[in-house]
């Protein structure tokens, strides 16, 4: 089993940042992705940004250019830089892991607020 666990988030003005954490816990495969969905009220889940085992990074067109994913091998997390947030990028935002086993896994969620 895996476990993920946020860490990050709260409440900014438009046009500033933040950066979610998200760590990995257990039996982590070689091959994995990792990444970020996010939820607003009265919508539905969808995909932030993700990267792979291998690197490879993908982002939703809504994100791209602002938001940039990036991870440490070593302590098994991975990071969500949010820059220039805009108050339709509220939502609460969940970690996710999967594998091939197959194997997934949610965090508990983070609520991102931008207001001014």
């Known amino acids: 089993q895996v476990q993920v666990v946020e860490s990050g988030g709260g409440l900014v003005h438009p046009g500033e940042s933040l950066r979610l954490s998200c760590a990995a816990s257990?039996?982590?495969?070689?091959?994995?992705?990792m990444g970020w969905y996010r939820q607003a009220p009265g919508k539905q889940r969808e995909l932030v940004a993700e990267?792979?085992?291998?690197?490879?990074?993908n982002y939703a067109d809504s994100v791209s250019g602002r938001f940039t994913i990036s991870r440490d091998i070593a302590k098994n997390t991975v990071y969500l830089q949010m820059n220039s947030l805009k108050p339709e990028d509220t939502a609460v935002y969940y970690c996710?892991?999967?594998?091939?086993?197959?194997?997934?896994?949610w965090g508990q969620g983070t609520q991102v607020t931008v207001s001014s």
């Open positions: 996710n892991y999967r594998d091939p086993k197959p194997w997934e896994s």
């Open positions: 257990g039996s982590i495969s070689r091959i994995y992705v």
């Open positions: 990267m792979s085992s291998f690197g490879n990074a």
